[in-house]
């Protein structure tokens, strides 16, 4: 019995070293759907040093997508309904998508945006 699926993928770090705070419009924020009104519109991005080669990153660290089958979307997998209604039905049973645990490593301060954007550019959640 499948009680949970699990994706993973590795994120840059910023590096520590030349970390700084950086604004973002409203408008760029709401064109690339980041959830202003609950992380605001200040974070850190590396501006780059000799500790992280000029990169802004030092390090990864994984960004999960978590999925549990609940009994409603067992019924559906069985049922093979369509992947966009299986998405949805995932979705309301508290599936967290990589770019929703992308944005809490971002509002952690231990990646940045472009890079969670790099990472799930397939995703749309």
Not at 78 to 86: D, F, M, Q, R
Not at 110 to 117: P, S
Request: with cysteine.
């Amino acid at each position: 019995v499948v009680r949970c699926i699990m994706a993973q993928r590795l994120v840059r770090k910023v590096c520590p070293h030349c970390a700084e705070l950086k604004e973002y419009s409203v408008a760029e924020l709401t064109k690339m759907k980041f959830p202003i009104e609950t992380m605001g519109n200040q974070f850190y991005v590396g501006r780059g040093c000799s500790e992280c080669r000029e990169l802004g990153y030092l390090g990864r660290c994984a960004i999960y997508e978590i999925c549990p089958i609940t009994e409603d979307l067992h019924e559906s997998i069985v049922a093979k309904e369509s992947a966009s209604i299986l998405r949805n039905k995932a979705l309301e049973g508290g599936m967290r998508t990589l770019r929703q645990d992308g944005w809490r490593r971002v509002r952690n301060s231990q990646t940045t945006i472009a890079e969670v954007l790099r990472v799930t550019a397939t995703d749309v959640g």
